[in-house]
């Protein structure tokens, strides 16, 4: 089967388009850039430069395939126009979903985030959960104005989509850089991680990539239509988090907690220099107020719907240690 994927050079994209040619599949991938898609396995994948914004480029791409993986999007920290989000992750969609309609895919797979749905106030997070404080950047709400885009297509046109959310996923990277998580850990096995956010107690989820790649799969063998699924793992605050790591890289390193308004401070230095000297800001005070809240979430419904299986934190932490010491 042939099947298209957007955002293939990224971190989740890379590990899928590998799935999907383990499973037979060919793949044909949506890059800006070809330079970018040069670490892309060579055999079962056809590589076609264009943009999520190109129209014309997304037909071409999308040309006899049966299946729609939509990946791409902008997760940036910062951006000097906000608008972009908007721009990349609503519109970017609608091209996206325009085209597939056009062509008559058979099923799109959609990639929101967990944070879309917000932080667990007043109770655990699920995908049924109303979302009851506002969103804390552009990021999360352009993404939930694209899930909303999603569902209205699935209701009003007929397209079969399925909307999965990733929480904080994490594992060995194929290229490029490691997504958040996945730095955190490797910069720790290195001696170069020295803070605990906060003062350690809030609770994030944490998500193993091979099991992210399964369940997108599997949401598009199983996933109900116009459905929403969270691809999580296991709950932990950053003290276990941290607990974890130390046990099972065999390194205790000292770590000093850091409270929010410190880490305030230092987001707008960051941003004042980094801007002072023409580079992008690795943090905003827009993602520091997030840490002041806790993110816990039941997966439990793409478990019991899906058959996603989770792989354990120490198990996944063991893992992705093993691959970045490769």
């Not at 908007?86 to 325009?98: A, H, K, L, S």
């Not at 958040?180 to 605990?196: E, F, Q, R, T």
Request: hydrophobic residues 40%; positive net charge; aromatic residues 10%.
């Amino acid at each position: 089967m042939k099947v298209f994927i957007t955002g293939g050079t990224g971190f989740i994209g890379a590990h899928l388009i590998n799935a999907l040619i383990e499973a037979g599949h060919h793949v044909h991938v949506l890059v800006r850039t070809l330079s970018k898609a040069s670490n892309l396995p060579s055999e079962g994948v056809s590589i076609f430069k264009g943009d999520i914004l190109n129209p014309k480029s997304i037909k071409a791409a999308m040309q006899g395939c049966e299946q729609v993986y939509h990946l791409g999007g902008n997760a940036s920290i910062y951006e000097k126009d906000p608008t972009r989000y908007f721009t990349i992750n609503v519109d970017g969609t609608r091209n996206i979903m325009d085209a597939a309609l056009e062509l008559g895919i058979e099923r799109m797979v959609f990639t929101s985030s967990a944070g879309v749905l917000g932080p667990s106030v007043g109770g655990v997070v699920t995908e049924e959960k109303c979302r009851n404080i506002d969103f804390f950047n552009e990021y999360e709400s352009s993404k939930a104005m694209a899930e909303s885009l999603v569902k209205s297509y699935v209701a009003e046109k007929g397209l079969d989509a399925v909307i999965v959310l990733p929480t904080r996923v994490y594992g060995a990277y194929l290229f490029g850089e490691p997504a958040s998580v996945s730095l955190l850990i490797k910069k720790y096995i290195a001696g170069n991680w020295k803070i605990i956010p906060g003062d350690g107690t809030k609770v994030g989820n944490y998500v193993y990539v091979d099991d992210v790649v399964r369940g997108h799969m599997l949401a598009m063998q199983n996933g109900a239509k116009g459905a929403s699924y969270i691809l999580g793992g296991e709950n932990y605050s950053y003290n276990d988090f941290f607990k974890v790591l130390k046990e099972v890289s065999g390194l205790d390193y000292k770590l000093f907690k850091t409270p929010i308004r410190a880490q305030m401070v230092f987001a707008r230095l960051n941003k004042f220099f980094s801007l002072l000297m023409g580079k992008t800001p690795a943090l905003t005070t827009k993602w520091v107020r997030r840490g002041n809240y806790h993110w816990e979430v039941d997966p439990s419904k793409s478990v019991s719907e899906l058959g996603v299986k989770i792989t354990p934190l120490s198990d996944g932490i063991r893992k992705t240690i093993f691959m970045l010491k490769l």
